[in-house]
T-cell receptor, first 115, second 116 residues
Framework: GNSVTQMEGPVTLSEEAFLTINCTYTATGYPSLFWYVQYPGEGLQLLLKATKADDKGSNKGFEATYRKETTSFHLEKGSVQVSDSAVYFC??????????????FGKGTLLTVNP | DGGITQSPKYLFRKEGQNVTLSCEQNLNHDAMYWYRQDPGQGLRLIYYSQIVNDFQKGDIAEGYSVSREKKESFPLTVTSAQKNPTAFYLCASIPHPRAQHRTGYTFGSGTRLTVV
């Protein structure tokens, strides 16, 4: 089956620090990979995505590269801000050609950025 | 602006009561999903519907029921059979089922259900 394992939190950083949140996956097939962000009390928003190996997704200063050889999709940002404090979810979807389409999510990583 | 509207934002349920959570979208999306979120457990799929008048159980469907009579609406009923319903419930949609391989979900802002 499909599964996503992401770095357990919480992660606490100072403003302008470098961020890495690790994500690895197992999939039966060739997945697309996603990072979602959830701000306090809200739903999830798509942050970035990559649909094939070596693709780099990027948005709002965040980046993640689809590494097929290591089955990873680590999220990085060079300089975090207080406003980046949120829960981050890694997710995958596999187009198996069947009828059972759904995203598989990791458990989420809480990031807190202090001024 | 198009989007997903979930209501109410907060809901309190007494023991033994059924409650219904509303999810409405004006995005013309075919597929809709209900997830439950608990601290430290991420998102777990309750039910999903890929087309009107059809829906499938997800990973934790016991104690829940849904209907999909209209494309725009996918209400979730939490029945008295659900032993631990206190959680944050999220509704999501995508244009059609196979689109999720290329695009992300659109999520609503959630309903927080508490049993009192």
């Amino acid at each position: 089956g499909n599964s996503v394992t992401q770095m357990e939190g919480p992660v606490t950083l100072s403003e302008e620090a470098f961020l890495t949140i690790n994500c690895t996956y197992t999939a039966t097939g060739y997945p697309s990979l996603f990072w979602y962000v959830q701000y306090p009390g809200e739903g999830l928003q798509l942050l970035l995505k990559a649909t094939k190996a070596d693709d780099k997704g990027s948005n709002k200063g965040f980046e993640a590269t689809y590494r097929k050889e290591t089955t990873s999709f680590h999220l990085e940002k060079g300089s975090v801000q207080v406003s980046d404090s949120a829960v981050y979810f890694c997710a995958l979807s596999v187009d198996s050609g069947g009828s059972n389409y759904k995203l598989t999510f990791g458990k989420g990583t809480l990031l807190t950025v202090n001024p | 602006d198009g989007g997903i509207t979930q209501s109410p934002k907060y809901l309190f349920r007494k023991e033994g009561q059924n409650v219904t959570l509303s999810c409405e979208q004006n995005l013309n999306h075919d597929a809709m999903y209900w997830y439950r979120q608990d601290p430290g457990q991420g998102l777990r799929l309750i039910y999903y519907s890929q087309i009107v008048n059809d829906f499938q159980k997800g990973d934790i469907a016991e104690g829940y029921s849904v209907s999909r009579e209209k494309k725009e609406s996918f209400p979730l009923t939490v029945t008295s059979a659900q032993k631990n319903p206190t959680a944050f419930y999220l509704c999501a949609s995508i244009p059609h089922p196979r689109a999720q391989h290329r695009t992300g979900y659109t999520f609503g802002s959630g309903t927080r259900l508490t049993v009192v």
